[in-house]
């Protein structure tokens, strides 16, 4: 039988961890397929997918900076991935491409490792294209009290008003989260605050911090940022993007193939091309 294609895109993309974790796990499950990183600037997306069709691609993962733009060029998307304005994985059903967003659902699974989510009062920090996965992702759950932070003080107000969760969400300042940084149970950091190279910045100090606090960063490169280190050092249980980016490449997956890889296996995968090694 012919061997099925995945694959993909985005710019840049030359340092992807995608291809490694899907092939790896096509070949665990003994699935005849191969995965691909595809480089594709703004101007030749729409190209893009037309050719994924033609060629009959069976599928494949959208990345920065197509995740918004990809929307109106698929034949489905859906409701989630509609609401959330982002799509990360795209299906092949028959010719016909449908879009889908893993991340909010990857995250929420990979939260649930360290920290039960009922009645628990959580601040998001960060607005963009992540924030809005995992904060519609997370007020789903229901009974969780959510305050949310960004730079662009607006966007935050705008994305509560936009998802009407007037009820169980707010925004805040960078000061009121500081001053109410003891009332969290949990503390998720969406933004690229920490990321490689500039590992020493934080979105703001940590002074005290509620006691069994746990503290998320989607940042997986360092393994360990700055805001982690410090929320350690205070005595949080903390995690970082490296179990999210298993999950939402796991959900994905399980959309083309019908079946979930070993979400382990693509977390050490992920660490062992971070530097870190395999256990
Ligand atoms: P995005 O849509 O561009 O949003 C960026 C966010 O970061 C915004 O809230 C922005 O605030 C904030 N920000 C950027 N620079 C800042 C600064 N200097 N000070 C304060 N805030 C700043 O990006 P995204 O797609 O949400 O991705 C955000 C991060 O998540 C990236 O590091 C990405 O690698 C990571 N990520 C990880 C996973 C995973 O699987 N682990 C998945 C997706 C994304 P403003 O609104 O004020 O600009």
Redesign the pocket.
């Known amino acids: 039988m012919l061997k099925k294609l995945y694959g993909v895109i985005g710019s840049p993309i030359t340092h992807s961890m995608s291809p490694h974790i899907h092939n790896d796990a096509f070949k665990q499950m003994d699935y005849n397929a191969h995965y691909h990183a595809f480089h594709i600037e703004p101007d030749e997306l729409e190209d893009a997918v037309k050719g994924m069709k033609a060629l009959g691609v069976s599928g494949f993962n959208v990345t ?1 900076p197509h ?1 918004e733009a990809i929307i109106p060029l698929l034949d489905e998307v859906d409701e989630a991935a509609r609401r959330i304005g982002a799509v990360n994985t795209v299906v092949n059903r028959d010719g016909v491409l449908i879009g889908y967003n893993t ?1 909010g659902k ?2 929420v699974e990979a939260l649930k490792e360290v920290t039960m989510l009922k009645n628990k009062r959580v601040l998001i920090i ?7 996965a995992i904060f519609y992702t997370l007020a789903k759950e229901g009974n969780i009290q959510i305050d949310l932070y ?3 003080a607006c ?1 935050a107000v705008e994305l509560i008003q936009e998802f009407s969760l007037n009820h169980l969400a707010k925004g805040i300042s960078s000061k009121e989260a500081v001053n109410r940084m003891k009332d969290y149970d949990v503390v998720v950091q ?4 920490g ?1 490689f190279p500039y590992t020493e ?1 934080s ?1 703001f100090p940590l002074i005290n911090i509620k006691e069994g606090a746990v503290f998320s960063d ?3 490169n360092p393994i360990e940022t700055r805001l982690l280190r410090d929320a350690k050092a205070l005595g949080a249980v903390t995690q970082n ?2 179990s ?2 298993a999950y ?1 490449a796991a959900f994905a997956f399980e959309h083309w193939t019908g079946q979930l890889p070993d979400t382990d296996r693509m977390k050490n995968i992920v660490k062992v091309q971070l530097g870190g090694i395999s256990c």
């Open positions: 920065i995740k991340d990857g995250y960060g607005a963009g294209g992540a924030a809005r960004n730079r662009t966007k969406t933004t690229s605050v990321m910045e979105p989607i940042i997986y993007g490296v999210m980016f939402q």
